[in-house]
Structure formats: structure tokens, C-alpha cells
């Protein structure tokens, strides 16, 4: 999806933004961390926005591919909910922009408004069967969509939120996922 010149800019970029936050983030610094000229950059990216934008993009399609990655090993529908869990909370954890959060979290919260619809989707199109297994969608307490939109909720939560044992949250969401239902 994206050329090598390109990633390389994503990616120092997004590093950039969580050492230094989106406030602070230079075109300048951005081409020399990446390795181009400033040219090449432009040319990429005409603007600070259109790089931001453009970030946006490049971590939703790590994370999808990522979770596509994680979950081609795995068939059965506990197991892919499970490798769900433990890659969305593995992503969040060591996301390189983890701490902007607590130094722009205007922007971070804005970022969330705008992205989470396409996480939800996301999870929909590669667990929809294995959702259908969660005791209460099975029962029909819950829709897919609507699991798909806790699950999300539980992401952000532990983003601005930090868990001090991130193991121990992953096993009670997995077990929270496969409760009966009453």
C-alpha cells in the first residue's frame, strides 16, 4: 500500500509524534529523521496536515494489518477473540504515540472521534463469525456491532487509563468475553 520513500516519512513521523508530540512536530525534523530532503517530503506531503492525515492512515492499516496477522493462525472463534485481545492491548501498549495522550490529549480524543468508527468495522469484517460465539450475542442480548463497540471502548479506556498488569486485563476481558450469559 505504501512505497518504501513513504513509509519511511509515515513512520518517522509517528515516531516523532510521540516523542515530541503533534504540537511540536516539523517538517524539517520529519525529513531528516526519516532520511529525505525536504523536497522529497513535499512531495509526499504538502502540508503538516496532509502528513498528519496521512499518519492517520498508516497506523489504522498496521493496526489491520497487524490484527489480519494475528488472527490468520487461529480458526477457532475463542482463540481469534483471544488473539484479538491480546493484539489490540499488545498494539496500544507499545504504540509509539502511547504518551502523547497525557501531553495533547485534545488531539488524541479527536483522533478517537474520528478513527474509532474504522476500528469498529474493522473488527466487525475480520471477527464477525467469531463474535456470534460470545454467549450473549449468541443469545441475542448483544448485536455484533454492538460487542464490536465495547471491545473499542475497552481499548480506549486502557489507553487513557494505562493497566499496571496488562496480562491480567487480557485475561479478564477474555474471560468477560466468554461469560454466559444470564
Do not use: C, W
Not at 498508516?58 to 493484539?87: C, I, K, M
Not at 480524543?109 to 474520528?114: E, H, P
Not at 471491545?151 to 461469560?179: C, W, Y
Request: aromatic share 8%; no cysteine.
Amino acid at each position: 500500500m505504501y512505497g518504501v520513500t513513504e513509509e519511511r516519512i509515515l513512520s518517522a513521523a509517528l515516531g516523532l509524534i510521540g516523542r515530541r508530540g503533534v504540537k511540536r512536530l516539523g517538517m524539517q525534523e520529519v525529513s531528516e529523521a526519516a532520511g529525505v530532503s525536504r523536497g522529497t517530503l513535499y512531495r509526499y506531503f504538502p502540508n503538516r496536515d496532509r502528513l498528519l492525515d496521512g499518519v492517520a492512515g498508516y497506523d489504522e492499516a498496521n493496526f489491520t494489518r497487524g490484527l489480519a496477522a494475528a488472527l490468520a493462525p487461529v480458526h477457532e472463534p475463542a482463540e481469534r477473540l483471544g488473539a484479538l485481545v491480546s493484539f489490540a492491548f499488545d498494539y496500544i501498549r507499545l504504540h509509539p504515540a502511547r504518551s502523547l495522550f497525557s501531553s495533547e490529549p485534545e488531539f488524541v480524543l479527536g483522533y478517537l472521534f474520528a478513527h474509532l468508527p474504522k476500528l469498529r468495522d474493522a473488527l466487525l469484517s475480520q471477527l464477525g463469525d467469531a463474535f456470534d460465539s460470545v454467549p450473549a450475542v449468541a443469545a441475542g442480548q448483544l448485536s455484533r456491532g454492538q460487542l464490536a463497540d465495547v471491545i473499542v471502548r475497552l481499548f480506549v479506556s486502557s489507553l487513557i487509563m494505562p493497566e499496571a498488569d496488562d496480562r491480567a486485563l487480557v485475561q479478564s476481558i477474555n474471560a468477560l468475553l466468554m461469560m454466559p450469559s444470564a
